[in-house]
């Protein structure tokens, strides 16, 4: 009988996991606890509003390659929609400024140049104020390896690195911005277009996927909640989903993809990171004024990014635990007046809701950056796959799917399942 790969958890990691095995023709069960695929990657329909909305408003980059690569092969590339080049809207809530950042392609930075395309109130030779997040050791912070002032840091850096970090860049990990800037700015504007799924999360990525791996033979078990892992003689001797206990007999692997808690619950020994930020998305159901921009980076207030949809803004606060608790009508209320702000519609509230993360992702501070493990385990058929594992990157869609490519990776390396075929 051939060897099968058990995926415990049907996020994007699991995904990513199962189709690139089920590319190399391994035998492919994903486990579920929920009744859905996707974790915090989804859309669902809202009552509130009338629209389907995703739970979290998700800004991709051309960067992305692992995602990019994982929506083609599912037949999702055209999915994502963005601008041909590197453009990016922003506004200061505080002073009515407006501004647009304008990346060249090709790697020479031509862009900060140009006082039309680079941040207003810098120079070109403020930007060389970030190199040193490049030779930062691991235990520094942003903070520690850069000046976290002036208008480069106010209207640019702080945006980008606060919303990839989910965490204050001060105090977050060098390591992990210096990451995110090495594969974005520093590559120039082909790396930097912006990229929204339009339709949903769950259009580009999670339903596609799920029909691609069942067309394929892979089997999803929804409700399917894992309660112990059965270690004997160094390997997963079985999986105990209370009702029912699966065997493995010799060859057949686990890739663990579930959140950082649940793993360290079921695999005690695993290092994870303990300490997480929360996001907030507030969804309203209104149009956007005619030609307004897709995505507004804004400084100088609550809101942080604000996306425009189709009958639908919807913003965006990251690092936001200092709002978590607050009564959420009075906070949607607080939040329209800056909408209605930027974007000169009227002051009434509109349809409304909030969508609250306690712990959207770990917290992206060296200490916690430390803690992350690879994907191999004591246990060689047992592999660990995550947005929090050590992807090299901070808590992303991006990052989620490298984490399933490497467990899957591992999986072959070791000769449990056949190599992904090159190309």
């Not at 009744?35 to 909305?53: K, M, N, T, W």
């Not at 949809?309 to 959420?328: G, P």
Request: proline residues 6%.
């Amino acid at each position: 009988m051939p060897s099968t790969v058990h995926i415990v958890g049907a996020g994007l990691a699991g995904l990513a996991a199962a189709v690139r095995l089920v590319d190399a023709e391994a035998a492919v069960v994903l486990h579920e606890a929920t009744d859905h695929a996707g974790g915090r990657c989804r859309s669902y329909f809202e009552p509130a509003l009338d629209q389907v909305i995703d739970n979290g408003n998700h800004l991709l980059l051309s960067a992305n390659h692992a995602a990019l690569e994982f929506i083609r092969q599912i037949g999702a590339k055209d999915a994502l929609l963005g601008p041909d080049k590197a453009c990016f809207d922003f506004a200061d809530l505080a002073t009515g400024r407006r501004w647009r950042i304008e990346i060249n392609d090709g790697r020479f930075p031509w862009w900060i140049l140009s006082r039309e395309r680079r941040v207003p109130g810098t120079k070109a030779l403020d930007y060389l104020g970030a190199w040193p997040l490049f030779m930062a050791g691991s235990a520094a912070t942003i903070a520690q390896s850069m000046a976290c002032r002036g208008a480069l840091y106010e209207r640019l850096l702080r945006p980008v690195l606060l919303a990839a970090l989910n965490t204050e860049p001060e105090s977050a990990s060098a390591r992990l911005a210096a990451a995110i800037l090495k594969e974005t700015l520093l590559k120039g504007g082909e790396a930097c277009r912006p990229l929204v799924a339009a339709q949903g999360l769950s259009h580009a990525f999670i339903d596609p996927a799920v029909a691609w791996l069942r067309a394929r033979g892979a089997a999803l078990r929804f409700g399917h909640r894992l309660r112990r892992i059965v270690l004997a003689e160094g390997r997963v001797a079985a999986l105990d989903f209370g009702e029912e206990v699966v065997a493995l007999p010799p060859g057949d692997a686990v890739i663990l993809a579930v959140p950082a808690p649940v793993a360290k619950t079921l695999l005690p020994e695993v290092a994870a990171p303990e300490s997480f930020r929360a996001i907030l998305n507030a969804h309203f159901r209104i149009a956007a004024p005619r030609g307004w921009p897709a995505i507004l980076g804004v400084v100088g207030g609550q809101i942080e990014w604000l996306f425009a949809f189709e009958n639908r803004l919807s913003i965006t606060i990251s690092a936001a635990d200092r709002l978590i608790d607050r009564d959420r009508e009075d906070l949607a209320r607080d939040l329209w007046r800056e909408v209605a702000t930027l974007t000169g519609l009227g002051p009434d509230l509109p349809a409304w809701q909030i969508v609250k993360e306690r712990r959207a992702t770990f917290a992206a501070l060296p200490a916690e950056e430390a803690k992350r493990p690879g994907p191999e385990t004591a246990h060689v058929n047992l592999a660990l796959a995550g947005d929090w594992t050590a992807t090299g990157l901070p808590a992303t869609i991006e990052g989620a799917i490298r984490s399933g490519n490497r467990a899957a990776d591992l999986l072959a390396a070791k000769g449990l399942v056949k190599a992904r075929p090159a190309g």
